[in-house]
């Protein structure tokens, strides 16, 4: 049953994430709501996977978790925002899944952030609002 790490600073939603992951067979280790509480909580249960909004409470922002990890290493990381614009790539995890989402298009991306995390590929049907994200491009000589 793999571990998962929710970062939502939106108790409602958190609560409600949470309910259907166990539903669906899913460990939650823990919810955290800023970016200090969820890189303790990651240190602590070492997840498999993190489902992560990306602007958290106390102005942090979801990507500062990865970064004070240390990089993505073997956490699935998926993030969760309504904020298009931002720019995501593989160094900061592994799919970004548009708000709002549905329970499938959940269930579908936290399996497609599994399958990125082991075999680097991310195999189609993709679901709504959902994008692996590119690797980073090379810097610049």
């Given at each position: 049953?793999?571990?998962?790490?929710?970062?939502?600073?939106?108790?409602?939603?958190?609560?409600?994430?949470?309910?259907?992951?166990?539903?669906?067979?899913?460990?939650?280790?823990?919810?955290?709501?800023?970016?200090?509480?969820?890189?303790a909580l990651a240190k602590h249960h070492?997840?498999?996977?993190?489902?992560?909004?990306?602007?958290?409470?106390?102005?942090?922002?979801?990507?500062?978790?990865?970064?004070?990890?240390?990089?993505?290493?073997?956490?699935?990381?998926?993030?969760?925002?309504?904020?298009?614009?931002?720019?995501?790539?593989?160094?900061?995890?592994?799919?970004?899944?548009?708000?709002?989402?549905?329970?499938?298009?959940?269930?579908?991306?936290?399996?497609?952030?599994?399958?990125?995390?082991?075999?680097?590929?991310?195999?189609?049907?993709?679901?709504?609002?959902?994008?692996?994200?590119?690797?980073?491009p090379a810097p610049?000589?």
């Open positions: 049953m793999p571990k998962v790490l929710i970062v939502e600073d939106e108790p409602l939603i958190a609560s409600l994430l949470e309910d259907i992951l166990i539903d669906y067979g899913y460990a939650v280790c823990g919810i955290a709501r800023t970016v200090s509480a969820a890189v070492e997840p498999d996977l993190a489902v992560i909004d990306l602007n958290l409470a106390d102005n942090g922002l979801g990507t500062e978790i990865i970064q004070e990890l240390g990089g993505v290493g073997r956490l699935g990381i998926l993030y969760t925002t309504g904020a298009s614009q931002v720019m995501l790539t593989r160094t900061d995890g592994h799919a970004r899944l548009a708000k709002p989402y549905r329970d499938t298009d959940l269930l579908r991306s936290l399996q497609i952030v599994t399958e990125i995390k082991s075999t680097d590929l991310a195999s189609p049907p993709f679901p709504r609002g959902f994008q692996p994200l590119p690797m980073a610049w000589p």
